[in-house]
């Protein structure tokens, strides 16, 4: 933690060019239709935390974003075991129901063409009686891509489907590990056509800076933490884990590519990459869980603001090019 004194993705650009010379231009109707769309020349294969998950109703690429079955693929991601979908259309608008019976549940609205989502917790007693009304307990959120009506199916982007199924109410597995849709894509001969943003070795070099910032907070060596961060936190009114008593215990260090490349675009658009300029092929996130302890004895003055532990801490990584160095630029909830 520091304290204050105080592109899109390379695998759209390579599917869009061979959309671009294999089929006729695509058109969405203002009502939220599209026509035909030919996906003879690539296939779109969805696993859910690992496992294939065979469509009927074949996933498609739309603006850049991977669009899937929602009916059909709730259906299949959640098992009998694990807990009750349900999904209502009326008029244009659906409703989405994701009951666990185990962990915390969600429901969702929106509607087809719309660009933000109501979602709300709900208990597993509540799902025959759901209200998306004005409560406190509702909140809005944007849509990370426009729902889609093809051949009376409704498709909404991966990115939202992992986010009411997983998302919202932080599913974890066996490892406590993030649960999550993911997609592969394989040309028209089979060959699988790379959706990672980043290679295993750039994301192992990031990790490794992670690694290397926390060992030295720990060790009290503040030049080598320095050495991990954007230029910006050499600064003599900025106080690093290395200032203080902290000892932080890494419990888990992740990388999801879809969490990352949210993130990464929020960070271009919103934050210090508006400022820095940093472009998205540049930017990678990783989540944190770590606990805190402090040496005996050590004040509650001296503790300051840090919490016992932390859970999804983001961490935000850039370099000035793809050979560069990657280094800590942002990091927080």
């Known amino acids: 933690m520091i304290r204050n004194k105080k592109k899109t993705s390379k695998i759209m650009s390579v599917i869009s060019a061979i959309i671009a010379t294999a089929m006729l231009v695509t058109t969405v109707f203002a009502s939220g239709a599209l026509s035909d769309l030919a996906t003879d020349d690539y296939t779109i294969e969805i696993t859910n935390n690992g496992e294939k998950i065979e469509l009927v109703n074949k996933p498609f690429i739309e603006n850049d974003q991977v669009y899937v079955p929602l009916r059909e693929l709730f259906g299949k991601a959640v098992s009998e075991d694990e807990g009750i979908t349900d999904i209502k259309w009326n008029n244009g608008t659906i409703n ?54 093809l051949h009376s199916t409704t498709y909404v982007t991966i990115e939202d489907m992992n986010y009411m199924l997983y998302g919202f109410t932080n599913r974890r597995d066996a490892d406590k590990k ?58 003599p009114n900025l106080l690093l884990s290395s200032d203080d008593k902290s000892i932080v215990t890494i419990k888990d260090i992740r990388y999801s590519p879809s969490d990352s490349r949210k ?13 820095n300029g940093t472009k998205p092929e540049n930017v990678i996130v990783f989540y944190i869980d770590y606990d805190v302890s402090f040496p005996e004895n050590t004040s509650e003055q001296e503790k300051g603001a840090w919490m016992s532990s932390y859970d999804n801490w983001s961490m935000i990584l850039i370099r000035d090019s793809k050979d560069g160095k990657w280094l800590i630029d942002d990091q927080g909830y």
């Open 178 to 235: 993030t649960v999550e849709l993911t997609y592969h894509i394989y040309d028209k001969s089979g060959n699988e056509i790379s959706s990672e943003p980043f290679s295993d070795e750039e994301v192992a070099a990031a990790k490794v800076v992670i690694e290397e910032y926390y060992r030295a907070g720990n060790a009290k060596d503040r030049p080598a933490q320095l050495a991990t961060l954007t230029q910006w936190h050499n600064a």
């Open 96 to 149: 989405v129901i994701a009951a666990y019976y185990q962990g915390e549940s969600g429901a969702y609205q929106f509607k087809i063409n719309g660009n933000y989502m109501k979602v709300k917790h709900i208990n597993f007693k509540e799902i025959e009686n759901v209200f998306f009304d004005t409560n406190g307990d509702m909140i809005f959120i944007g849509l990370r891509g426009t729902p889609l009506l």
């Open 263 to 275: 993130a990464a675009e929020n960070y271009v658009k919103y934050g210090m990459g508006s400022v």
